[in-house]
């Protein structure tokens, strides 16, 4: 059974860059599409971005000129860069799997990590 | 970009009622529609994908359907464990977006 983990710096300072990782276990990284979604204090899920196996990206364009995602599969783990961070940026952190279902259609996320939480400190 | 309209934002009720959460899309996503369960200091857990395909392991108590734009989320009786925030979210098209969320109270 596919388990992912978040990892990475719980604070961070305003203006720099937070770097978090997501370890994937139980199963195969190449394969699906690998997310990441974030929630600030009380509020809703925000999709972040999300990138294939091979390494094709698609970013939220609210957050798509400070986002990078890759991915290592020799590692099994794909990674969040967010630089030039702000107050607004203080959520959970989660990074989710991607499947899609043959037989009734679309994409659905059915793995999530924990989260990991990410405070911006000024 | 898809925006997705949940409501009611809350809910109160009581163990044994049914209840039932709408979500609209501002426009069609024929039924790539997913919902997305949250106990407090949790991770989502998927409940719906495909508008109507019960994910494995959730009770049958939940129930999906619609299309094109409008779809429903029903519990039929609702058990005490069931008191949470649940989502809707698009996969029709990236960005994905999620609904704002409807919290789940016990009256």
């Known amino acids: 059974q596919v388990q992912l983990q978040e990892s990475g710096p719980g604070l961070v300072k305003s203006s720099e860059t937070v770097s978090l990782s997501c370890t994937v276990s139980g199963g195969s990284i190449s394969s699906n599409y ?89 | 970009d898809i925006q997705m309209t949940q409501s009611p934002s809350s809910l109160s009720a009581s163990v044994g009622d049914r209840v039932t959460i709408t979500c609209r899309a501002s426009q069609t996503i024929i039924t790539y529609l997913n919902w997305y369960q949250q106990k407090p200091g949790k991770a989502p857990q998927l409940l719906i994908y495909a508008a109507s395909s019960l994910q494995s392991g959730v009770p049958s108590r939940f129930s999906g359907s619609g299309s094109g734009t409008d779809f429903t989320l029903t519990i039929s009786s609702l058990h005490p464990e069931d008191f949470a925030a649940y989502y809707c979210q698009q996969s029709f098209s990236v960005p994905r977006s999620f609904g704002q969320g409807t919290k789940l109270e016990i009256k």
């Open chain 1, 34 to 122: 690998w997310s990441w979604i974030r929630q600030p204090p009380g509020k809703g899920l925000e999709w972040i971005g999300y990138i294939y196996y091979s390494g094709s990206t698609n970013y939220n364009p609210s957050l798509k000129s400070r986002v990078t995602i890759s991915v290592d599969t020799s590692k099994k783990q794909f990674s969040l860069k967010l630089r030039s961070v702000t107050a607004a940026d203080t959520a959970v952190y989660y990074c989710a799997r991607e499947d899609y279902s043959t037989s009734s259609g679309g994409y659905y996320m059915d793995v999530w990590g924990k989260g990991t939480t990410v405070t911006v400190s000024s």
